[in-house]
């Protein structure tokens, strides 16, 4: 079963994305040459805090920290690290989620620390891009594959334009989200439209695809969470909370 939200049920939701909305801006913020993502962490953690949220992410499975920073040839779920001291050029790929008043926010975003390498600006666009379009797929009465597959062409469009075969990684995608971070329906980041559920006022999706700049396989690290490109490639991550409305998608985590 897929949740549905009443308003004021969306508009908590909204109150939880506001949240790491404010902890997401305060990292890229912070994320300099020499800080640790560990530092990182603690910044967002806190802020989630001084709202009266608590972090989703921390305890969850058993991962330990507030965010997921994934750097570089990281895909997701990266561990914050006080070993974990960024360089300038890296790739920073952060995760954030919080839960206000029993109402989940989720959102990610991908930074370039100090000047962009022009791929990975690229790239992070690119990734951008796919997401925004798979938001404005999010209509009553469309299909779930209907934004997979709006995602989908957005990277298609990327290729052509930039000439670099960004990999789109399949192994995760999006999510259901509302009283619980991951439900149902999971949301592939590639498809034929037309298929599966049909979208419903008050429903909410996570959507968020991951691309590389090379091959779209990825391996898991001995720490049982950091998601790898399995060439080595860099990948980038970008996701919003999105609502379904009689008005069009209404984005839940961004800001104000």
Aim: glycine fraction near 10%; charge should be negative.
């Amino acid at each position: 079963m897929i949740e549905i939200k009443n308003r004021t049920e969306l508009e908590a939701m909204r109150a939880a994305g506001l949240v790491v909305a404010r902890a997401l801006a305060l990292v890229a913020e912070h994320a300099h040459a020499g800080v640790s993502t560990a530092e990182l962490d603690e910044l967002a953690e806190q802020t989630i805090r001084d709202a009266g949220a608590v972090p989703s992410f921390k305890g969850y499975h058993g991962f330990p920290a507030s965010i997921c920073a994934s750097v570089n040839d990281q895909v997701v779920h990266g561990i914050p690290s006080r070993d974990q001291v960024l360089a300038e050029g890296d790739l920073l790929s952060v995760d954030c989620g919080a839960i206000l008043d029993g109402w989940h926010g989720d959102s990610a975003v991908t930074l370039s620390v100090g000047s962009p390498r022009d791929g990975d600006r690229r790239l992070s666009e690119a990734c951008r891009e796919a997401m925004l379009a798979g938001i404005e797929a999010i209509r009553p009465d469309s299909r779930l594959s209907d934004v997979s597959h709006a995602v989908e062409r957005a990277v298609l469009a990327a290729r052509a334009r930039d000439g670099v075969e960004y990999g789109i990684v399949t192994d995760y995608g999006g999510h259901g989200i509302g009283t619980e971070m991951h439900m149902e329906p999971f949301l592939p980041n590639y498809g034929r439209p037309g298929r599966g559920p049909r979208l419903r006022t008050g429903m909410a999706l996570a959507v968020e695809p991951m691309l590389t700049l090379g091959t779209a396989e990825t391996e898991e690290l001995e720490d049982g969470w950091t998601v790898v490109t399995a060439d080595g490639s860099r990948a980038a991550h970008w996701e919003h909370t999105v609502a379904v409305t009689d008005d069009g998608p209404w984005v839940l985590t961004a800001p104000e």
